[in-house]
């Protein structure tokens, strides 16, 4: 089982630092052409950093492990609404608009609400999968159409142009998808030879994942760039329960063995998240 354990965690390893540069870059891509930094925040960034779900929730699909996709996504959607914007308020207190955090905050818990309206039957098929998506597209339409960044207009650093950026977003990326494979493989052996269910590793997963948010929106909010921290964070939890976990649904049906339990964590999910709101607001 060590064996099992020590690939485990290098998997995520590997996964969560090649996330990390690949959002590194693409954010260096966009601001390049002049993208707001609320904007990348909540699109660039927060798709980027969910990369990991995204790959886990394909991967772990295809192995059958749907109580592992689902789990990794409530763990990491539970991590960021409380440890990540916890650590940004320590690092920085968090000045965000009215506005903004009414109308992405309210996106986010409908993001939630539809993830648990679509496992109410204990799956997710394909169709539901594309329905998941197109809400995020929906999304990301009407945050574009709106410009609901454009009044955050600090100054970053870090341009890149496209030949710098893409070697670093094509290299992340890989590194995110043998790192995933790593990780799903050897943490469902690990939760078979100990008796844990595969829905708890999930959870655990989901804390892992959380890294690049914690890490990228804690970076931002010391330098002062708070339409990067609190876009990417408020941005990642729309994406991680519709986009991530319908993108896996669009290869392989997801089915969980316990919808109570998933009921139950996801539950709590959205009550942490309604009080965060509450604070921010």
Sequence with gaps: MLVELALFVFGLALLVFGADRAVTAAAGLA???GVSPFFVGVTVISIGTSVPEMVTSITGASFGAGDLVVGNIV???TAQITIAIAIVAFIAPIIAN???VLTY???ML????VMLLALEDGSIGRSEGVLMMLAYVQFVYILYTNEGGAEIGEEIEGRLSPREALPWIIGGLMLVVVG???MVTNGMAVARIVGVPEYTIGLLTGLGTTLPEIAIAGLAATRGQQGISVG???GSNVTDPVFSLGIGALFFEISVSNPEQVLLSAS??????????????
């Design 31 to 33: 601001l390049f052409y």
């Design 75 to 77: 763990g990491s959607e």
């Design 98 to 100: 009215r506005r903004n």
């Design 105 to 107: 905050g309210s996106a």
């Design 110 to 113: 409908l993001a939630m609400t």
């Design 180 to 182: 995933s494979q790593i």
């Design 232 to 234: 990417s964070l408020l």
């Design 268 to 281: 709590y999910m959205v009550l942490v998240s309604v009080a965060v709101l509450a604070l921010m607001g």
